[in-house]
């Protein structure tokens, strides 16, 4: 207890800034060797190392010997079978604005790359006119919806939506539910509208699309496969016969603008309506 004491006595605020830069550092590593041969030669080295540690605690001589080389031979290595993934690190680096970009401006630079493939794979499914489904998650979960299809987690990208809902592929029947920078699940099925006042020319991905609005505030999209049409369902209501424009213009609306009311975005507004609300009574 004494020697926690004397260590937070003892703690300065440059410490906490050390600290953060050297969490900051380890995660844009990791996050630049994820799912790369880099990140199977990282977990190698790990076991490596824990296996030296162990022979060494155990007096494992001839284990520690060979290990010792291999490892003084390994860095060598290392630097000639990983040189195009050391380049393209260094690159990284040189390019990227570490400490400029905050996190939200991050988020939303993926978010605006989502957007751009989704409107990618709705304009391509539009004008070969075959049918899809798109539910994207907002505030309320749907993880109900994702375990009637197909697991899939894969990142969101334009050839992998539009191949889903090719004529013959065995999940083009369903729905893909996309939950913030992946594509959940495939061939879910979502239910049905239980108006009874519906266009009788709104077919059964329409009357999908309203069911699912109707339990949940998810923004549904649905290309129509016998006119190619593009509706996009949200808040109770069917808008129909839209272009790519519109409907990037509602993926931002309602996906982007949420993402920057922060705590500082709210309190500026609430500061200009207080500010509007003084100019009036002057």
Known sequence: METIMKLFMNFRIIDLFDIVIVAVIFYKLLMLIRETRAEQLIK?????????????????????????????????????????????????IGRTRWLSVSISEVIREELRRNIDEIVTAVSTLSRTKTGAL??????????????????????ISSLLITNIFEHNAPLHDGAILIKKEKIMAA?????????????RDLGTRHRAALGMIENSDALVIVVSE????????????????????????????????E?????????RNMNAKKDKGDLQQQ
């Not at 509706?231 to 603008?257: C, H, M, P, W, Y």
Request: net charge negative; glycine share 8%.
């Open 134 to 155: 798109i539910v994207m998650e907002r505030d309320t979960g749907l993880n109900e919806i994702v375990d009637t299809g197909t697991l899939i987690e894969g990142r």
């Open 259 to 267: 993402e920057k009311s922060s705590i500082v975005g709210r309190w």
């Open 44 to 92: 190698g080295l790990i076991v490596l190392l824990a296996v030296f540690n162990v022979s060494k605690w155990l007096q494992l001589h001839m284990v520690q010997y060979i290990l010792e080389n291999t490892l003084t031979v390994g860095v060598i290595a290392l630097l000639v079978v990983f040189q195009p993934e050391l380049r393209r690190a260094l690159e990284y």
């Open 226 to 257: 016998e006119t190619g049409a593009i509706s996009v369902a949200l808040d109770g209501q069917l808008n129909r016969f839209l272009d790519t424009n519109d409907l990037r213009k509602i993926l931002i609306e309602n996906f982007i603008a």
């Open 187 to 199: 061939g879910c099925f979502l239910p049905l509208s239980i108006k009874s006042d519906l266009s």
